[in-house]
């Protein structure tokens, strides 16, 4: 591992960190109180591999122990956003020792901003302390308690910032270096392309495939309610059309005639077929009392139409009493008749 590392490093300029008191480019720039690393590469590299895996690792074993019904693609974007929390001290970062400050000193052999307290650096680490990291992990709590909108709300804001962080990490790095001749990145194989370009990767690779699945999922779940508002909007428009056909609807004639007090031929020969069939039945209560009850009912009713006074109601009722009228009228009718024919 030792002998492959060396020979990546081996195609730059290996008197650099000889000529300087730091091995960093571009060779001028200034990194105060700079300590060597004490650690080798691959302790560094092995205790952040180990580190990073223990903390997806465990984060992934509480997300399913909550979660039981956590899928393993779901405790995949689980452990990345667990992942994307970083604090950065970048005052003190080059005389320190920790296995932490040596990781970062290692790889800012990849981009010496992380070493001088680039104002570039410092706004989009303070970014990512104060908004992706507390919105990654809020998008780990909704993905462990199931919380789907919540999840895809934070996942696209997350994810759409951290494709403009490193489109501004790249661009500035890009526009450096072509309109300046300012390179932050020795040039080593190790150095550019794993370092610099390998390990911030991930950070457009995964962002832009999250942003796809959630703004496919919302763009499904808007699809969706778009057609219940719509199927809502025409059953209501329908019933509403069919209560008050309902109403109306075979009693229009016989409301006319109740307030205007005259009848068609053909509502004459209707209400003569409905007295003959009526006339069948046998008598329910006497003339007398039917109309007292009628009475009582037209004052209820007329209570009602006082309290009220919806225009379905009062079609209902003025219907129904003159029904009752009507009734009562036949009613007498017969009972005269068969009076006449005893006698």
């Given amino acids: 591992?030792?002998?492959?590392?060396?020979?990546?490093?081996?195609?730059?300029d290996a008197s650099s960190s000889r000529r300087h008191k730091h091995p960093y480019y571009p060779r001028e720039v200034v990194v105060p109180n700079y300590a060597p690393n004490t650690y080798t590469l691959p302790m560094v590299?092995?205790?952040f591999g180990g580190a990073t895996a223990l903390l997806m690792v465990g984060t992934v074993a509480i997300g399913k122990k909550v979660n039981k019904q956590l899928t393993w693609k779901d405790a995949g974007v689980l452990a990345w956003f667990t992942l994307c929390?970083?604090?950065?001290?970048?005052a003190t970062l080059a005389s320190k020792q920790d296995i932490f400050a040596q990781l970062w000193k290692e790889y800012a052999l990849s981009d010496s901003?992380?070493?001088?307290?680039d104002p570039f650096m410092l706004c989009i680490e303070?970014?990512?302390?104060?908004?992706?990291g507390p919105l990654s992990f809020l998008t780990v709590f909704a993905i462990i308690k199931g919380n789907t909108s919540l999840r895809h709300?934070?996942?696209?804001?997350?994810?759409?910032?951290?494709?403009?962080?490193?489109?501004?990490y790249f661009g500035t790095c890009f526009f450096q270096e072509k309109f300046r001749g300012i390179s932050y990145s020795r040039p080593e194989t190790l150095y550019y392309w794993v370092y610099y370009a390998g390990m911030n990767a991930p950070w457009v690779i995964v962002p832009a495939i999250l942003l796809f699945q959630s703004s496919k999922t919302i763009s499904q779940g808007l699809s969706v309610l778009n057609k219940v508002k719509s199927m809502k909007g025409g059953s209501s428009s329908t019933s509403g059309s069919g209560s008050s056909s309902s109403i109306y609807s075979g009693k229009a004639e016989s409301i006319r005639s109740f307030d205007?007090?005259?009848?068609s031929k053909s509502s004459n020969s209707n209400s003569s077929r409905k007295a003959d069939k009526e006339s069948k039945r046998e008598p329910?209560?006497?003339?007398?009392?039917?109309?007292?009850?009628?009475k009582d009912r037209v004052s209820e009713q007329a209570a009602y139409f006082r309290d009220e006074g919806r225009p379905e109601s009062i079609a209902e009722s003025k219907y129904e009493i003159w029904e009752e009228n009507r009734a009562d009228a036949r009613e007498q009718l017969r009972r005269k008749r068969t009076t006449g024919r005893r006698e």
């Fill in 113 to 117: 901003r992380y070493m001088t307290s």
């Fill in 153 to 168: 709300i934070t996942q696209t804001i997350v994810s759409v910032g951290h494709l403009y962080g490193v489109a501004l």
């Fill in 284 to 294: 329910s209560r006497d003339s007398r009392d039917g109309g007292e009850r009628r």
């Fill in 260 to 263: 205007g007090s005259s009848e």
């Fill in 1 to 12: 591992m030792s002998s492959f590392l060396k020979f990546l490093v081996s195609s730059g």
């Fill in 85 to 90: 929390y970083y604090v950065l001290n970048h």
């Fill in 45 to 47: 590299l092995g205790a």
């Fill in 126 to 132: 303070t970014l990512t302390v104060l908004t992706w």
